[in-house]
């Protein structure tokens, strides 16, 4: 990639790892929404795909609740992995026909469940049968689009975690939607060489910006940034909506 490249997809990745700092969540969503400014949607979420990783895996081995998390989290990631393989072959891929519409409307769901600030309750029993719909749905989500919030992060913060818990449940349900995205991508060939270096510097830069956003997030009032920042990807899904429809 030109400099004239780089430069903005790292300013993308520094944003994007300060605002997972501050909240704990957003880098692949803020991420994948500006890259697909820049970028065709298929080599933005190859290029989101380590720096995801990596920060994904430090988050869900950042806590002693990992194995009773995968115990009680199985059907929700099993769900996630077949729901992305199997929407990757009926959609085509990520960058299919509708995939712009597709990524601006999930960051418009996501966006306004945020501002909305809905408190949705899971109950434990119901867990077995909710955990894989909401997997194969947030699975289905990824395949067309590269985000994988919706519906596994509202799900995850209704099934009654505690705080830490619930960070570590996050990293959790990332990394399995990172992996399962890599091998959907890895069979599309949407890997290629030259995309070596944008993801190694986007790994630095993101976990540049996830250290600061940890930092400024002891002296900052969480609710006043989500609220700026639900309010930024409502505009932003909005603007990929009608692109996708144009």
């Known amino acids: 990639m030109a400099l004239s490249s780089l430069i903005p997809i790292c300013l993308v990745f520094v944003l994007a790892g300060f605002t997972k700092g501050v909240i704990g969540l957003g880098l692949p969503t803020i991420a994948m929404g500006l890259l697909a400014v820049m970028l065709p949607p298929a080599e933005a979420a190859a290029l989101l795909i380590l720096p995801s990783l990596v920060t994904n895996v430090w988050q869900m081995l950042d806590g002693p609740y990992l194995g009773r998390l995968l115990r009680r989290l199985w059907p929700l990631n099993l769900g996630v992995c077949l729901g992305t393989w199997l929407g990757a072959i009926l959609l085509a891929g990520i960058g299919g026909r509708h995939g712009g519409l597709a990524l601006g409307l999930s ?27 909401t997997g194969a749905l947030t699975g ?40 399962a995205l890599a091998a959907a991508l890895a069979g599309a060939d949407a890997f290629t060489p030259d995309l070596l270096l944008p993801s190694l510097l986007a790994v630095a830069v993101s976990l540049a910006g996830m250290r600061l956003g940890q930092a400024v997030r002891a002296r900052l009032q969480p609710q006043a940034f989500r609220l700026c920042f639900f309010a930024g990807l409502l505009a932003l899904g909005a603007y990929l909506a009608l692109r996708g429809l144009t």
Do not use: N
């Open 107 to 133: 960051l418009i769901a996501y966006a306004l469940t945020g501002l909305a600030a809905l408190r949705l309750l899971v109950p434990r029993a119901a867990e077995s049968v909710l955990g894989p719909v």
């Open 140 to 179: 289905g989500i990824t395949a067309a689009t590269g985000v994988f919030v919706i519906p596994a992060v509202p799900y995850l913060q209704a099934i009654g975690l505690q705080k830490d818990e619930l960070v570590q449940a996050l990293g959790l349900s990332f990394t399995v939607s990172t992996l």
